[in-house]
């Protein structure tokens, strides 16, 4: 009886120095996602870019609550800011989403090695969807983002893009999506009213000042809003280079290849908060 309690109070001691020791991490996405408010601003984050005020409509939660646990996720590098061209005194939160995939594959790794998976293609379109994207000139990126968006899509996607002060279409743009096979000499800047009367799913605009003056369009499309940086903008180191409008790109096309899961999911489908 002695050497049984004796083997018994040793496995005990051996599991418990083994449980501390070998303790595995908790995965820094886990960590940061499983807490509540964290896990709605990144949920709101991940539909449109927000500012600080409509995070805290959104979640209905003090702005100092809301601002500290952002700095949480912009230390992680999961969410990044960008100075408003509208109001330099305003910032637009963004969410990394090639970040979180990467993260989110960290976790299911350490969980089990068997969780490891390629990325999965981009798919094609399954159901029709009207997409408008604008910008303040229509020259630049709206124009390329309709183009990528139709060149990953499909035929299966009707977007258009319009300004709200159309401008020629820049030459640099041109030479942008060439890199991608694309040819963008066709595009004829429009402006917005063009198609205001026009039925669309979603509107998705990609310039902080249009933003404010976006007019409203019937039948309650989905509203998102994408904080781009003009190229041509001055406050940019290479401002108005071809390397400016190649970054452009790669923003545009990294979003709209997340987007299009989004457009393949009905269920996915709201109004923006106003």
């Not at 309690?5 to 083994?18: A, I």
């Not at 899509?153 to 096979?181: C, T």
């Not at 990294?254 to 996915?268: E, H, M, S």
């Amino acid at each position: 009886m002695t050497v049984a309690v004796s083997m018994h109070q040793t496995t005990l001691m051996y599991r418990c120095h083994m449980s501390t020791r070998d303790r595995p991490a908790v995965p820094e996405f886990v960590r940061l996602a499983g807490h509540d408010l964290r896990w709605r601003l990144l949920h709101e984050l991940a539909h449109s870019d927000r500012r600080v005020r409509e995070l805290v409509t959104a979640i209905d939660e003090p702005q100092n609550l809301i601002s500290y646990h952002l700095g949480k996720l912009r230390g992680a590098g999961l969410v990044t800011i960008r100075r408003s061209s509208a109001d330099r005194r305003d910032v637009y939160y963004h969410l990394d989403l090639t970040r979180c995939a990467r993260f989110l594959a960290g976790a299911a790794v350490a969980l089990h090695p068997g969780l490891a998976h390629e990325r999965i293609p981009t798919p094609r379109l399954v159901r029709p969807v009207r997409v408008l994207f604008l910008c303040t000139g229509n020259s630049a990126r709206s124009p390329m983002a309709a183009a990528l968006l139709r060149h990953r899509a499909g035929s299966r996607v009707e977007v258009l893009s319009a300004g709200s002060d159309p401008k020629p279409l820049h030459p640099h743009a041109i030479r942008a999506l060439g890199g991608y096979g694309i040819d963008l000499t066709g595009h004829r800047p429009r402006h917005l009213t063009t198609y205001t009367h026009r039925r669309f799913d979603y509107v998705i605009s990609l310039c902080d000042r249009l933003r404010e003056v976006c007019p409203e369009f019937p039948h309650s499309p989905d509203l998102i809003h994408w904080s781009i940086a003009n190229p041509t903008d001055a406050d940019t180191e290479d401002a108005g280079t071809p390397a400016a409008f190649r970054r452009t790109a790669a923003e545009l096309d990294t979003r709209i290849q997340f987007l299009i899961a989004v457009l393949n999911d009905p269920t996915q489908h709201r109004r923006e908060p106003q």
